[in-house]
């Protein structure tokens, strides 16, 4: 409601000679607005910031961008909450504060487990991730899902945030066994503690190159052993470079790491509708060290951006339903300049090729781009429209309307040089216009940034006959079909969209629905396409 009073408060007095028209409308309120749906895909691990000398730690920027999903770097350890085992007094203090600084808006995923196999306290069997006390730990597990689960009973103090998403563990090393034993237990306590809490598997680990051989070895046992129980949620980690990893392709083999996964699911007796999630995906840019035995080429912003955006489009697309980058939001990991101190989407002022703390790369505003065009849309279903000759086009519903995502993989065509562009065609359009938005800012990097709402290239199509050929070049793009003129949003062009126009006449600025070519001002250009509209859509 106060957005649209605004609305009506800036609207200047206009007389306009051409059509006089006194007519009384609701103006609808366009804009971005927050959402608490726990159907957001959009998550971050971790999406918190926190540096010195940075002014917005904390999570300013997550929900500046849109993140609707929080995963924390600090697990929830046995041996840190219950420090003294021969005690049963729990210390969640670390805790109370990690999940009480998590806005509302923003949903928490928790990560639970006796303690971290790589550096062991104790708490668990030597080789083994079973714990030393199975009814010591459960009831620690029960103690702490019942503190955060916000039912009212033995919750923190305060609780205005509740966890009703809990992973065990992560990323099972083949080091150690018992990790299918650790699930079924930690399962059975979350949900003795929180019936309707839903629980993940640690995740999968995580790069393409020979990822099938790995997940074979290493995870499928664990799968076997579970035989289709104690698992609300698969999860698994994906990671890779910029040219075409997006693709959940085993680079060694060709084989699709998706299908497989599936497949081995399904075999081992989990319901081919179990949800999917990754909570660890990413690329980067800049040049990182290389580790031993592999080369990372360096890679520019813009190349990350468009990456980013490929990876959620294409996963979601697929099926995946919850997406992470890491590792974190701003830059900085392990510190030592490696793969992942250059996934983040803020510089720290520490690695190379770092631009100076707290400066956004172009990814960062390609992320809050995608959140506000694509958020609230109908997540099961996306239509795949086309994935060959390099070309990859997806049709996605909001309120239901239309919006149509789509990319050439350039870096995949032989013939391809610099400035070249790939068109395609949409078809059975009902619509007057497309407007196409470049997902990735207009420049080198994210210090050239310095307003937002004119920062991607916006470009309108005619639809004639029903299609509409766009020309797509190295960076994704986004098109929304609209009937210009309809201002109320009703699909039709009449009155009520004209007394709109007619207050909207002579308007300067960004963003205005009566823009309709985009150049910052409502003028006789903007007239033009209104009379050429005139009428749409009325019987």
């Not at 009073?5 to 206009?14: G, I």
């Not at 849109?66 to 203090?93: E, T």
């Not at 035995?293 to 990350?304: C, K």
């Not at 196409?436 to 800012?441: G, L």
Request: proline share 6%; glycine share 8%.
């Amino acid at each position: 409601m106060n957005c649209c009073m605004n609305y009506w408060r800036k609207l200047p007095k206009v007389r306009l000679y051409v059509l006089a028209v006194l007519i009384t409308v609701t103006v609808p309120c366009r804009g971005y607005s927050a959402t608490t749906d726990m159907n957001s895909p959009f998550g971050f691990h971790p999406a918190n910031v926190g540096i010195a000398g940075y002014p917005d730690n904390g999570f300013i920027d997550a929900e500046n961008i849109g993140v609707r999903w929080h995963r924390p770097s600090r697990y929830a350890f046995w041996f840190l909450i219950q420090p003294d085992l021969n005690s049963p007094a729990y210390d969640f203090s670390l805790y109370d504060y990690q999940y009480s600084v998590v806005p509302q808006g923003i949903n928490i995923l928790a990560n639970i487990a006796p303690e971290n196999p790589r550096f062991p306290q104790g708490y668990t069997l030597p080789g083994s991730y079973i714990p030393v006390d199975i009814n010591e730990y459960t009831a620690f597990v029960r103690a702490t899902v019942e503190r955060y689960d916000g039912d009212g009973i033995d919750d923190m103090p305060g609780l205005t945030n509740p966890i009703k998403y809990w992973q065990v563990g992560n990323e099972p090393s083949e080091r150690l066994t018992g990790f299918a034993e650790l699930q079924r237990i930690t399962y059975g306590a979350i949900k003795e503690a929180c019936s309707d809490c839903t629980v993940l598997i640690g995740g999968a680990t995580g790069f393409p190159d020979d990822y099938i051989s790995k997940f074979d070895s290493r995870f499928a046992p664990i799968l076997t052993e579970l035989a289709g129980q104690y698992v609300d949620v698969y999860d698994f980690h994906w990671y890779g470079t910029a040219d075409g990893e997006y693709r959940l392709t085993d680079t060694a083999t060709g084989e699709d790491v998706y299908a497989h996964i599936r497949a081995a699911m399904t075999a081992n007796g989990f319901s081919s509708e179990l949800p999917v999630w990754i909570t660890e995906m990413g690329s980067y840019s800049g040049d990182p060290a290389d580790p031993p035995f592999a080369v990372q080429p360096f890679q520019t912003e813009r190349q990350q951006a468009g990456d980013y955006f490929k990876r959620f489009v294409y996963s979601l697309a697929r099926g995946v339903k919850k997406i992470f980058p890491a590792f974190g939001l701003m830059e900085g990991f392990k510190h030592n300049d490696g793969y992942f101190d250059h996934t983040g989407l803020i510089y720290n002022g520490q690695e190379s090729n770092d631009l100076g703390l707290g400066v956004k790369k172009l990814g960062y505003y390609t992320y809050k781009k995608m959140t506000e065009l694509l958020e609230s849309s109908d997540w099961n279903n996306i239509q795949t429209i086309q994935e060959s000759n390099n070309v990859y086009i997806y049709l996605f519903v909001k309120n239901n309307e239309p919006i149509y995502v789509a990319w050439w993989d350039y870096f995949d065509d032989p013939n391809y040089t610099p400035g070249d562009t790939k068109p395609i065609t949409l078809t059975g359009l009902t619509e007057t216009a497309v407007i196409v938005t470049d997902m990735v800012p207009d420049y080198n990097d994210g210090s050239e940034v310095t307003d937002y709402n004119n920062a991607f290239t916006v470009s309108t199509y005619p639809i004639l006959d029903g299609s509409v050929t766009i020309d797509l070049g190295e960076d994704p793009v986004l098109a929304q079909p609209v009937v210009l003129g309809d201002l109320d949003g009703d699909n039709n062009v009449d009155l009520r969209d004209f007394s709109i126009f007619a207050q909207s006449w002579r308007q300067t600025g960004d963003n205005l629905a009566a823009d309709f070519n985009n150049d910052g001002v409502v003028g006789w250009a903007d007239l033009l396409t209104f009379t050429n509209n005139w009428l749409f859509g009325s019987t």
